[in-house]
């Protein structure tokens, strides 16, 4: 059974840097073909997919956001780390990060997701 | 990169009636779409991958069809637990936009 939980801070302030990790069981980040995504979601509004990590380390980033964005993984602890630079109130969501296989190309299973606040 | 547009933005039913979702890209996704169902306070669930298939514990009152860049999901008789809001998503390339989502509530 595939699981993931994401952990992080509730409250950052402007401008700060945002780390979130996303902790894993039931899978390998080893393993050929798997990655781990994030995706947010703000209060009320739709998913926004972040980024992607997989296996061999090739990343991928909203094009948005990727001047902000480093997705690194830790395959000895099953954690994937999402940083996000220089936070503002428009990025309080909550973000979820999610299972993905590169043959299949959904996400699934999701964490349950974790909200962040950007406040001064 | 490609752009997911959904509709209609909400659909009110009622219990037992059939809900038509639209999904559209904004270039040819082929099969390579999935639908994903949210309810308040939970993470979203994975209901249809290639466009039409079922995933894992899914009733089949849940269909999905489409190809191209045209998609429809459909829940052929509403139970009171599919009131949500339901995101498609492409998955042909990186980056993975999701659609706007298209809340079903109750008329």
């Known amino acids: 059974q595939i699981t993931l939980k994401e952990s992080g801070p509730t409250l950052v302030k402007p401008t700060q840097t945002l780390t979130l990790t996303c902790t894993f069981s039931?899978?390998?980040?080893?393993?050929?073909?798997?990655?781990v995504g994030w995706i947010r979601q703000p209060p009320g509004k739709a998913l926004e997919w972040l980024a992607l990590?997989?296996?061999?380390?090739?990343?991928r980033y909203s094009p948005s956001l990727k001047s902000r964005l480093t997705v690194t993984k830790d395959t000895s602890k099953n954690q994937v780390v999402l940083t996000m630079t220089n936070m503002d109130p428009v990025d309080t969501a909550t973000y979820y990060c999610?299972?993905?296989?590169?043959?299949?190309?959904?996400?699934?299973?999701w964490g349950q997701g974790t909200l962040v606040i950007v406040s001064s | 990169e490609i752009v997911m547009t959904q509709s209609p933005g909400t659909l009110s039913l009622s219990p037992g009636e059939r809900a038509t979702l639209s999904c559209r890209a904004s270039?040819?996704?082929?099969?390579?779409l999935a639908w994903y169902q949210q309810k308040p306070g939970q993470a979203p669930r994975l209901l249809i991958y290639?466009?039409?298939s079922r995933a894992t514990g899914i009733p089949d009152r849940f269909s999905g069809s489409g190809s191209g860049t045209d998609f429809t999901l459909t829940i052929s008789r509403l139970e009171p637990e599919d009131f949500a809001v339901y995101y498609c998503?492409?998955?042909?390339?990186?980056?993975?936009?999701f659609g706007p989502g298209t809340k079903v509530d109750v008329k």
């Open positions: 999610a299972h993905r296989h590169l043959n299949r190309g959904w996400f699934d299973p």
């Open positions: 039931g899978f390998s980040l080893s393993t050929t073909g798997v990655g």
């Open positions: 990590i997989y296996w061999d380390d090739d990343t």
């Open positions: 270039q040819s996704v082929s099969n390579n």
């Open positions: 290639g466009a039409s």
């Open positions: 998503q492409q998955y042909f390339v990186s980056p993975l936009p």
